[in-house]
């Protein structure tokens, strides 16, 4: 359910997903409120599911996570077990950052991390290869990016 959100509290959200670490203060400052109101705000939009937990956006290069691929996964039988046996165990895996049903061709994407490319025939071949009903594994392997961001457009 889509919560309705006034010009002020899109500013706040905007402010608060290009940098968490603001204080209520200097949102307050930002986007002409006195802080006791701007600190309600957000705590109201914590309470509504909007903003859903803070964190620090690591970079992977410079932690050895040279590597990103799109990994296509089709499974051979949609059963409900199925499917909840193979979301189960995506979660558990640290490599993968993302994990989507799909409509069309395949059934999962999956963006993955690995430092390098062993590392990741390794996490195929052990891991998801592994899995029950895992028909077919397409991997793209990203040369290059040209954007990262989490935040999302509130305009």
Known sequence: MQTPLSNLD?????????????????IAEKVELSQSPCWRRIHRMQEEGLIERKVALLNPKRLG????????IKLSAHGRNNLAEFEAAIVGYPEVLECHTMAGASDYLLKVVARDIDSYERFLRDHLLQRPHVQEAHSH????EVKRTTELPLD
């Open 10 to 26: 899109r500013k706040i959200l905007m402010l608060l997903q290009h940098n968490a670490d603001l204080s209520a203060a200097e």
């Open 65 to 72: 996570l040279s590597m990103t691929v799109f990994v296509d």
């Open 141 to 144: 392997i990203a040369m290059s």
